[in-house]
């Protein structure tokens, strides 16, 4: 399965972005899929996961409230609406399938990553 991510950008300070992630190649409907971001100078880290069916949904802290996760597994497609935008949310951010808080199991799948800026 080949991830490729998309609608990263550059906004200000409570702007908004949504990202997308389609996949081809296959199928990502099996599998609990999600979002990671890199910060400049920081670990990669895990931003929010959906499972297959879509019933259950995970974010990290940072984000809770202000993003929101989902899929269409017909399209094969995913989304990250993210409002609220603030500079620590800068980063690249990538798809990835499975995607778990814990990494386990780690992703076995990962999009290229797409850029979001956000400034003051």
């Known amino acids: 399965v080949q991830l490729q991510a998309s609608g990263g950008g550059s906004v200000q300070v409570g702007g908004s972005l949504r990202l997308s992630c389609a996949a081809s190649g296959g199928s990502f409907s099996r599998y609990s899929i999600g979002w990671f971001r890199r910060a400049p100078g920081k670990e990669r880290e895990f931003v929010a996961s959906?499972?297959?069916?879509?019933?259950?949904?995970y974010y990290a802290d940072s984000v809770k409230g202000r993003f929101s996760i989902s899929r269409d597994n017909a399209n094969n497609t995913m989304w990250l609406q993210m409002n609220g935008l603030k500079p620590e949310d800068t980063a690249v951010y990538y798809c990835?399938?499975?995607?778990?808080?814990?990494?386990?199991?780690?992703?076995?799948?990962w999009g290229q990553g797409t850029l979001v800026t956000v400034s003051s």
């Open positions: 959906i499972s297959w069916s879509g019933g259950a949904i």
């Open positions: 990835a399938a499975p995607a778990y808080s814990d990494y386990d199991p780690p992703p076995e799948h």
